[in-house]
């Protein structure tokens, strides 16, 4: 496997649009809501942004195989990992996969300290919640991941939501906007619902390693509940930013995302073997990114159209 392919995989790199599209609807909603836009900014931020992202992927699957999460994964049977398998796989020895873990990190750290000098000092309380948010995960001595009562959910709404909408539309703008607060709010839910569903492949292992997340606590059943709730929430957000008028009209269109996700749902059973839960984060993951690209398209239509 080449270097390329190797890096890709141990930072599982096809799941970037969750992050890339906050950054974009925060970018895009400057252009919308305050005629401001600046492309080079709007990369550095990006570029960032991705970068922490990764870094967050790689430093989760480091601390979940020194635990034992992602061993016991792979003990128990019918579950279905969700990590790199670079670790657990020996593709990969500890010390090179913490070498490329905390070289993004670097990358984040410059692009942070450039937008900090360059765009102001708000930067680093947007990136430096989102950086801790990310190490802390797993990682001792904190480990919220662990610890269950939502903290895994509320950092996901938070970490793929408020802080990349909010910051990068204070890159470009240089204020805060109540709007870009709403606009948050629908792509925030969506990559909440995808971290939860993701738990259901793999929750009796988690139980097993002592992860503590929602689903091993609230069990399968409760779980579901709380997945459609979720999702209903999510939609709801939507549709109130478009109430408070912070999103335009059209960025209803994204409702229509919402059917393939019903569609799994309706096929649940109240216990089910993990590969059940496989379609079901599929179309959280579809609905996610295709709600975020119809938010973007739309702010940059209302944008062009002032």
């Known amino acids: 496997m080449s270097r390329a392919k190797l890096f890709l995989r141990a930072s599982r790199f096809q799941v970037i649009p969750v992050m890339i599209l906050p950054v974009m609807i925060g970018s895009i909603g400057a252009y919308a809501w305050n005629h401001v836009f600046d492309w080079k900014w709007f990369a550095v931020t990006l ?33 279905i990992s969700t990590h790199s398998g670079m670790l657990t796989g020996g593709k990969l020895s500890e010390s090179n996969f913490a070498r490329m873990t905390w070289a993004l990190f670097g990358i984040s750290l410059l692009c942070g300290i450039l937008l900090i000098y360059f765009r102001g000092s708000m930067v680093l309380v ?10 802390f995960y797993v990682a001792p001595p904190i480990r919220y991941g662990y610890r269950g009562k939502g903290l895994s959910e509320i950092s996901i709404f938070v970490s793929f ?17 109540a709007r870009a607060l709403l606009a948050s709010f629908p792509i925030g839910g969506l990559t909440t619902l995808i971290l939860f569903n993701h738990h259901f492949l793999h929750w009796q292992a988690d139980r097993l390693a002592g992860k503590n997340t929602l689903v091993v606590v609230l ?17 709801g957000f939507l549709l109130l930013a478009v109430a408070l008028g912070a999103l335009p009209v059209y960025s209803l269109v994204a409702l229509i995302t919402a059917n393939r996700l019903l569609k799994v749902y309706r096929q649940l059973q109240g216990s089910n073997p993990p590969a059940a839960y496989a379609p079901l984060m599929k179309a959280s993951l579809s609905a996610s990114v295709n709600t975020g690209l119809i938010i973007s398209a739309s702010l940059w239509l209302q944008g062009f159209l002032q």
Do not use: C
């Open 126 to 135: 947007y990136g430096g919640i989102g950086a801790l948010l990310a190490y």
């Open 47 to 79: 570029l960032g942004a991705v970068a922490l992202h990764l870094f967050s992927n790689m430093i989760n699957d480091l601390w979940d195989y020194r635990s034992g999460a992602d061993i016991a994964a792979h003990a128990e049977p019918g579950t």
């Open 219 to 235: 069990g399968e059943n409760g779980a579901q509940k709380v997945s459609l709730a979720i999702f209903g929430a999510s939609y």
């Open 161 to 177: 939501g408020i802080l990349p909408v909010l910051g990068s539309h204070y890159v470009q703008a240089l204020q805060f906007d």
